[in-house]
């Protein structure tokens, strides 16, 4: 079999790194998008020729990124994109950043790195993956459907859109042979962890946190064959958190 090739964003850490290391473990080609440049110690095998620094929160470097990503690209062919990166910017003291304390610039960037990023990005590299029968992978958020604690609302109305945006995606893109889901973590292990995380935990049915590698599972299904006849969904990943 060719070997397939994932764009992933937000492969800095957390659920991004355990989606590396996942793709990477089945004899996927990752190339990461960072605004970042490659980390010397990064703890997949892949070097600076599959990463591609981009700044999400700037449309127009974002644009411009597109042909880079194209140059990259074996055979005019992609068979994943995972629209990972996301931002959640905290007030003084690292306190939750409601509708009336985040001001406008904040709502800007937080939309662009968590909602037009993933639409330019589609947008450029739809016909590299209706070549491939691709699928893409938004990741949303608990968040986007309920008030949560520490995200703030400009982080949790992004992920709401981004939600939405994969139905239409999925509407748009179906007929060329591109499936599009979501998934919505939940409370997941990471070191960005907000203080207070943990006690979440006891009110989450399965009395645990989540595991990245966990999240990435999912990813991974949504992007192979086992998926093959679904499209437009958003599965929920937090342990029965939402029910």
Not at 67 to 81: D, F, H, S
Not at 84 to 93: D, F, L, M, T
Not at 183 to 201: F, K, N, R, V, Y
Request: charged share 20%.
């Amino acid at each position: 079999m060719a070997e397939r090739t994932l764009l992933l964003t937000g492969a800095s850490r957390g659920i991004g790194h355990a989606t590396v290391k996942r793709f990477s473990r089945a004899g996927w080609r990752v190339l990461t998008c960072s605004r970042h440049p490659f980390p010397e110690n990064c703890p997949w095998d892949a070097g600076e020729e599959d990463h591609i620094q981009i700044d999400l929160a700037d449309p127009k470097n974002t644009i411009e990124a597109i042909e880079v990503i194209r140059e990259r690209l074996k055979g005019g062919r992609l068979e994943a994109l995972v629209n990972n990166a996301g931002i959640s910017p905290k007030g003084e003291g690292g306190e939750r950043l409601n509708t009336l304390t985040t001001d406008l610039r904040t709502w800007g960037q937080v939309f662009h790195v968590n909602f037009f990023a993933s639409v330019v990005l589609a947008r450029g590299l739809v016909d590299e993956l209706a070549a491939a029968g691709g699928a893409i992978v938004n990741v949303t958020s608990i968040a986007g459907y309920r008030v949560h604690p520490y995200a703030g609302a400009a982080y949790a109305t992004s992920k709401a859109a981004l939600a939405a945006l994969t139905r239409e995606m999925a509407h748009d893109l179906g007929p060329r042979g591109i499936r599009v889901n979501a998934i919505a973590p939940g409370e997941i292990e990471t070191e960005i962890l907000s203080p207070g995380t943990e006690a979440l935990a006891q009110r989450i049915p399965l009395r645990r946190l989540g595991d990245p590698a966990e999240v990435a599972e999912t990813i991974y299904f949504l992007c192979t064959e086992g998926s093959a006849y679904i499209s437009g969904t958003e599965i929920e990943i937090n342990g029965g958190q939402h029910i």
